[in-house]
């Protein structure tokens, strides 16, 4: 494991110094960050965000479904900044998406460039540091359902970086700066902050000479979720709500559920952590960040698995504890990425070894971007018309329909194959019945929502089964108004649009006539 040097006025001005070389630098590897991991801007969790910024430039969207959109609004200001950002600047808002989405990229590396600049001492192995971070952009933390940053824009896109900014300021022993930046992740995430700070605590105890209360801060961590536990057992659960956290969908939150190579995923950082403190000189950084690592990781897997179950406490289940995951994996990339430069690239017979090692990571990951985005373009540019057949239906709904008209789908339709998790509301600005990812939002968000919730999901359950008879029936109470149908679905409603994915039909009052296999739409769309 590379070294660090004794801190002295002459290395921490060295080490706060960042050149211009080095910004143009980063300012030049932020486009290939975004050309090798994509952008899909209303895609995954970002068609939940998208849907609460346009909520909040126009309150009349989204009426009767205000309580999935907003949700993600009241504890982060997030949604507030850029919604604002907008009003003022008066982009559009795929143009201001992109643009922050360019903006957290390089915070992101700056970031990385913050970390690493703190623990290495060569240039090498500083810029190897965070050409594996590039190269990891879009890496899975474990079983966690997080990546390191999302190929798209939500509040992690900014706290993320304010966390590398908080991990720097405390290797610099700038507690204040440290604790300011901390205050900044949580106005952005409420819930990733809690392991932030934890992570920056730890590495103060133990820098500063205390590694026994840093142990002691882990046990008790771990003793308090068992009290938790124990507290919260009896306590009441809804109907709506267990059915909510029941999904398989949500099988991130239990760490029994994990596959092997998930669990694989929080062993393997633990092992390297404990050998980089190992190997690392006595004093260090980078000895004192790895020990802080380990007790953090130790502390967040014990506690989960001891005390994170299926059936409750589900208070428990909503932290996520192995979430904790995600900032470590941060750590340990950047420290890998050090390493390489200092075994590796340091020698000129094996510094292709090191690149190949870099072009490998960036090459496999943007092969799993396109695996998780098959029929979508790798970069959807503002102002493009979209290539995925449902976002196209989509765009047609945003020009072709009232905007207050309500609309029910398969509830599970954002998770099926070729729809590239494209999100309904973000893109089409139509409202839509709670469906399989507002679950998501009532199971970890907000459980209030869970009594609106089941009753839309539930009456949605087989629609593209059903005749229209039962269609109007079911969903009429709920003021649905059009219908987003699979292409093959059998109605006798009328289609003003259809491609070879999907088709969208307005529900009439009246009681339908003979079912056909395939409408006549009015217009055949061609997702212009």
């Known amino acids: 494991m590379p070294q660090t040097v004794l801190e002295s006025p002459v290395v921490v001005a060295r080490e706060n110094a960042l050149s211009r070389s080095t910004q143009l630098r980063l300012i030049a590897l932020t486009p290939a960050v975004l050309f090798i991991h994509g952008f899909h801007p ?43 950002i907008i009003r003022v600047t008066h982009l559009p808002l795929t143009m201001a998406l992109l643009i922050t989405h360019l903006v957290s990229i390089y915070g992101f590396l700056l970031g990385g460039w913050s970390v690493a600049s703190r623990l290495f001492t060569k240039t090498t192995e500083r810029w190897f540091s965070i050409g594996l971070a590039a190269a990891c952009f879009t890496l899975p933390a474990a079983g966690t359902a997080l990546v390191l940053m999302d190929p798209y824009v939500t509040s992690r896109s900014i706290s993320t970086p304010l966390g590398l900014f908080a991990i720097a300021a405390v290797l610099n022993r700038r507690w204040a700066l440290a604790a300011l930046f901390v205050v900044l992740v949580g106005i952005m995430h409420p819930l990733m902050v809690l392991y ?24 008790a961590g771990v003793a308090v979720t068992g009290v938790v536990a124990v507290a919260a057992r009896h306590h009441p659960v809804s109907a709506a709500y267990f059915t909510a956290m029941q999904s398989p969908r949500r099988a991130y939150l239990i760490p029994a559920t994990w596959r092997w190579y998930e669990d694989f995923g929080l062993a393997a950082p633990l092992v390297l952590f404990t050998l980089g403190a190992y190997r690392a000189k006595a004093g260090s950084r980078i000895r004192h960040l790895c020990l802080a690592c380990v007790l953090l990781g130790a502390a967040a897997t014990l506690a989960a698995f001891l005390f994170v179950h299926p059936f409750g406490p589900y208070m428990l289940i909503r932290l ?118 507002d679950q998501g939002v009532a199971a970890v968000v907000n459980p209030s ?65 003979q079912l056909v296999g395939a409408t006549t739409p009015v217009g055949r769309g061609t997702g212009g």
Request: charged share 15%.
């Open 42 to 84: 209303f895609a995954d969790d970002a068609g939940i965000y998208v849907a609460g910024i346009r909520k909040l430039l126009d309150p009349a969207l989204y009426q009767p479904d205000a309580p999935f959109v907003l949700s993600n609004t009241h504890l982060s200001v997030f949604a507030h900044l850029l919604a604002g």
């Open 196 to 219: 932030t700070a934890v992570l920056v605590v730890l590495y103060v105890l133990v820098d500063t000479g205390h590694p026994r209360l840093a142990v002691l801060m882990g046990v």
């Open 320 to 437: 996520q504890i192995l979430r904790s995951f995600h900032i470590l994996y941060l750590v340990g990339v950047l420290l890998l990425g050090g390493w390489l430069g200092n075994t590796l690239a340091q020698r000129q017979s094996t510094r292709w070894i090191a690149g190949a090692l870099l072009a490998s990571a960036a090459g496999g990951l943007f092969a799993a971007q396109r695996a998780a985005y098959p029929l979508s373009a790798h970069i959807e540019w503002p102002g493009i018309p979209p290539r995925n057949p449902w976002a196209q239906a989509y765009r047609w709904i945003r020009k072709n329909t009232p905007a207050n008209a309500v609309f029910a789908a398969d509830p599970a339709l954002v998770f099926h194959d070729g729809v590239d998790s494209q999100g309904f509301r973000a893109t089409s600005e139509r409202s839509l019945l709670g469906d399989n990812k």
């Open 449 to 513: 929502i869970a009594g609106i919730w089941a009753p839309q999901r539930n009456a949605q359950l087989g629609l593209n089964q059903m005749t229209d008879a039962q269609r109007i029936k079911r969903l009429r109470p709920f003021g649905v108004t059009w219908l987003l149908l699979n292409s093959s679905a059998s109605t006798s409603f009328a289609c003003p649009y259809q491609n070879v994915a999907a088709k969208v039909c307005r529900m009439e009052d009246r009681p339908p006539g």
